[in-house]
């Protein structure tokens, strides 16, 4: 029997594009779980839709939006951590449990304590999120993905500037690889394994869809914009002042740090079919395309 599947932020570029392979899968009802203010102009035909407002859902708005669910898919791009406590609080009530909950994370593999920084409130904030949710009783199933595309190319996120066709790297990032997952092939993925018969609830999956080394970074730069680009080296003082910039900065400088001396494990990693994954050329034309 096919599962029912709801999504959280229908709308937005991730939770659009997941909503989108699941009614094209045509594996399970889909459920979008929007904002009363929501565009659903473009949602795909037979997705069923229900008014559910995250930051200010009650626990009994939350029961009457899931009747009938089986999982959830949360593609929430920025919401409070309080209002994620009280929607792990609403399923932890709930009557009948979620066969699997999929929190709005689609965030770098962080290992060795380092989520375990307050400074980096983006992170550390999913990693209080996830104790709440043990601590409820409420299994989460994470997938992580890497950096995400679109921000690795925001200029200097993780130290390219395409219109300043520069590169800053750490320690030794020209030689290691970055694993970066474009929003089509993570939703795809979220889509396919969410109605796997091999999907296993509560387990952490990893989505990567490429790896690329700085080398090989400059080189698809150089052969887009027909000159290479200019390399430099982030020193520690740089990536220390990165943290008096925000949440942003903190986490700017943390994935800069961890591309050029930590690692990106690939822990039950999930590859969906039918998706060819893109190259660095495709990604870094793509990107130019952009600007």
């Known amino acids: 029997m096919s599962p029912t599947v709801a999504v959280i932020a229908p ?9 989108a392979a699941l009614a094209e899968g045509g594996k399970a009802t889909v459920v ?5 203010s929501s565009d659903l102009s473009k949602l795909p035909k ?10 200010a859902a009650s626990a009994a708005d939350v029961h009457t939006a899931l009747e009938g669910v089986d999982i959830v898919v ?5 919401a409070s951590s309080a209002a994620d406590i009280r929607f792990l609080e609403a399923l932890a009530s709930r009557p009948a449990k979620l066969t699997a909950y999929i929190p709005s994370d689609y965030a770098v ?3 060795n304590g380092e989520d375990d920084d307050p400074a980096n409130v983006i992170v550390y904030d999913k990693l209080v999120v996830a104790r709440k949710a043990k601590e409820l009783g409420v299994q989460l199933t994470p997938v992580l993905n890497g950096s995400f595309e679109p921000f690795t190319f925001f200029p200097g996120f993780v130290g390219v500037w395409l219109a300043d066709n520069q590169l800053k790297f750490y320690g030794k ?6 694993a970066v997952t474009s929003p089509g092939y993570l939703a795809a993925g979220v889509a396919q394994l969410v109605t796997d018969p091999q999907f296993v609830p509560g387990k952490t999956y990893t989505i990567f869809e490429q790896a ?15 000159a290479p680009p200019t390399i430099e080296a982030f020193t520690d003082d740089e990536l220390e002042a990165l943290r008096a910039n925000g949440p942003l900065g903190v986490l700017s400088g943390a994935l800069i740090k961890k591309w050029g001396v930590g690692e990106f494990p690939e822990v039950n990693g999930y590859k969906p079919k039918g998706v060819t994954p893109r190259t660095v050329d495709q990604a870094v034309e793509s990107a130019l395309a952009a600007k």
Do not use: C, F, M
């Open 32 to 36: 979008a779980l929007h904002r009363a």
């Open 212 to 226: 690329w080394t700085g080398r090989q970074l400059a080189d698809a730069i150089a052969k887009a914009k027909g």
């Open 46 to 55: 037979g997705v069923q839709t229900r008014v559910l407002d995250y930051e």
């Open 173 to 178: 990032a020209e030689e290691r690889a970055l």
């Open 11 to 19: 709308s937005g570029l991730l939770g659009h594009l997941i909503t």
């Open 74 to 78: 949360n593609a929430i791009s920025k």
């Open 109 to 111: 593999p962080w290992t």
